[in-house]
């Protein structure tokens, strides 16, 4: 194994062979053996131990056999305890996530104050066989059948040409002490619950699985990377930059076989989730949207909107009477009178103007804000409304609302209008805002 090793290092990881780097170490025999393997190689490397507390006395005895590892090989360690269980809970999430995050954190700490200039994990070809599986059970495209990427940024995988046999082998072979940790036994997790139940049942059924597997996975990355070549060229034809969002031209993009597939490989790097709703958005009517964490997505007339979402709070901005057109935050407002009332849709409201008193304003949502949902009986809160329409909580900081002098609200902007600024029979004068992206 150790000179399979080297030949992968000087094949796919060159950059490694005169540059130092930094091993994240739990003390487990993937981790160990790959110190190793490094060390006999001659390579220039330093050891990373997270401790997080979870095991009692065993994390302490997992941190102790690290740094007399790194004694034994002759090179620097760096350890860092973490409070894993109570930040978990202050953050109301899974102790797993929590230390994930903690770990990779201070790796890129590590990276950016210190000498080394890569950091290597010891996930093995078994570990991407799992992820695999995960990914596939969560149901997924193309990018998550790749298993798990040999590099990333600073972050280096030697070991995934690897099965878990082969580096188990190598260390009992050499005589190597490692630390177990009886919590990997346990099918309590998913992950466990693959690796001691379902790759066993697979290599039941073949014992060329792993190989077979490996060599599938290598077909699947050369496909992703045509994949890649080809959404670059799509992205060039389909996808126009304008001020601070992309719009994509639903024409040319129908013009195209596939579409589905092409808009899902052009979105998916912006993290959204609910393709039927992404997907529904192609035949759905002006002003439609759907979000991801971080990303919004409107359909406006024959194009899809494509606009960060953004955190910072949205300053009031008043409108006077004599104002026809205003700057908003990547759109404009059009304030016109007409004769009759045209066309509905999400990105126009029409207003009983002799209902209004200027100066109008256009703000965030504000806690108890409430109004008087067009064709609903009765008032309602803002929170209950924007909930019912199935708004995602992270955008409701970035709704915005149409007010009327005296503080009503006129219209919860690409939503409703108020019921008690409604066009009527008797109505006069009547106000056309409409929604303009820049």
Known sequence: MQNQFQKHIESEFPELLSQPFIIATSGGVDSVVLAHLCFNANLDFALAHCNFKLRGKESEKDALFVEDLSKSLSCEVFTKEFETEKIADEHKESVQITARNQRYNWFHELIKTTPYNFLLTAHHLNDSLETFIINLNRSTGLKGLTGIPSQNKYIRRPLLKFPKDDIRSFAIEHHIEWREDQSNETTKYLRNKIRHQVVPSLMDLNPQFLSNFESSLQKLQDSELLIEDYTNLLFKTLVRKKGEHYEI???????????????????????????????????????????????????????????????????????????????????????????????????????????????????????????????????????????????????????????????????????????????????????KIEILND
């Open 249 to 431: 031209d639903i024409e040319k993009l129908n013009s195209f076989p596939n579409q589905k597939a092409i808009l899902y490989q052009l979105l998916e790097v912006f993290g959204f989730t609910e393709w039927d709703d992404v997907y529904h958005l192609l035949e759905a009517q002006t002003g439609k949207r759907v979000s991801s964490s971080s990303h919004l997505l409107v359909k406006d007339r024959g194009k899809l909107v494509l606009s960060t979402i953004s955190n910072q709070r949205f300053e009031p901005i008043k409108i006077d009477e004599d104002q026809n057109n205003i700057d908003l935050d990547g759109f404009k407002l059009k304030l016109n009178e007409v004769e009759k009332l045209g066309d509905f849709n999400s990105n126009v409201a029409y207003i009983d103007r002799s209902k209004l008193k200027f100066p109008l304003s256009v703000r965030s949502l504000e806690n108890g804000d409430y109004f008087y949902p067009f064709g609903m009986e009765g008032k309602k809160k803002l929170s209950d409304f924007l909930k019912d329409e199935k708004i995602s909580p992270h955008l409701k900081s970035s709704q915005l609302l149409l007010c009327n002098g005296n503080g009503d609200i006129i219209w919860v902007l690409n939503l409703r209008t108020d019921e008690r600024y409604k066009v009527s029979p008797t109505t006069e004068d009547i106000l």
